[in-house]
């Protein structure tokens, strides 16, 4: 059977997150640079967890954002 990973990010991560890059992108121009995009990071720790820390590289270093769910799917 195959499956499919669904990553879901809470309400306020899904907020923070484009603000957060859109800061990102806005210095980078005002600086004439090439805007360079924004990562995320998912921590996926022990299965025992029901929420998984989410981080955003601000900056030069990574920053906790908040929180995502992870969940295996059946497909096909």
Same mark, same amino acid.
């Given at each position: ?10 309400? %306020?991560? /899904? %907020?923070?997150?484009? @603000?957060?890059?859109?800061?990102? /992108?806005? @210095?980078?121009?005002? %600086?004439?640079?090439?805007? &360079? ?10 299965? &025992? #967890?029901?929420? #998984?820390?989410? &981080? ?11 929180? %995502?769910?992870?969940?295996?799917? @059946?497909?096909?």
């Amino acid at each position: 059977m195959k499956q499919q990973l669904v990553i879901t990010l809470d309400e %306020a991560t /899904t %907020a923070r997150y484009p @603000a957060e890059a859109a800061k990102r /992108t806005q @210095a980078e121009v005002d %600086a004439e640079c090439m805007p &360079s995009g924004a990562s995320l990071q998912i921590d996926l720790c022990p299965p &025992s #967890y029901l929420l #998984y820390p989410v &981080s955003m590289e601000i900056g030069s270093r990574w920053v906790e954002i908040g929180e %995502a769910d992870l969940d295996l799917k @059946a497909v096909g």
